[in-house]
C-alpha cells in the first residue's frame, strides 16, 4: 500500500511563504515523476510543478519564479517552497507521484493539504 502524506499548509498573509512536504511510504517501484497540484473552490485541479526522476523541474506559468518543487530521496520525500503567494494560490494542494506498477504506470494521490492565503 503506497501512501503519500502531505503536510505544510496553513494560513498565510500574501507575501508570505509556505513550504510543504509529501513524505511517500509503502512499496513504490520506480518513481517516474513527482509532482504538486492545487484545486480552488470550483476550478479544476491544475499541476503546480512537477519534478522528474532525473531531477528536471517544471512549473506553470502562474508560479515560475515563486515555487520551487525539491526532492529528497533519502527521505522519500517531495517539497514545495512557496514564495510571494498571493491570493490566488489558496486551494487544496495534492502530492503526486507516478510510478511503476507492473508493465504500467501507476498514480498515486495524497490527500493534500489546505493554503489559504489572506489579502
Known amino acids: 500500500q503506497v501512501q503519500l502524506v502531505e503536510s505544510g499548509g496553513g494560513v498565510v498573509q500574501a507575501g508570505g511563504s509556505l513550504r510543504l512536504s509529501c513524505v511517500v511510504s509503502g512499496t513504490i517501484d520506480s518513481i517516474h515523476r513527482r509532482a504538486w497540484y492545487r484545486q480552488a473552490p470550483g476550478k479544476q485541479r491544475e499541476l503546480v510543478a512537477d519534478i522528474s526522476s532525473g531531477g528536471i523541474t517544471n512549473a506553470a506559468d502562474s508560479v515560475k519564479g515563486r515555487f520551487t518543487v525539491s526532492r529528497d530521496n533519502a527521505r522519500n520525500t517531495v517539497y514545495l517552497q512557496m514564495n510571494s503567494l498571493k491570493p490566488e494560490d489558496a486551494g487544496r494542494y495534492y502530492c503526486?507521484?507516478?510510478?511503476?506498477?507492473?508493465?504500467?504506470?501507476?498514480?498515486?494521490w495524497g490527500q493534500g493539504t489546505q493554503v489559504t492565503v489572506s489579502s
Open positions: 503526486y507521484v507516478q510510478a511503476t506498477c507492473g508493465f504500467l504506470f501507476c498514480d498515486h
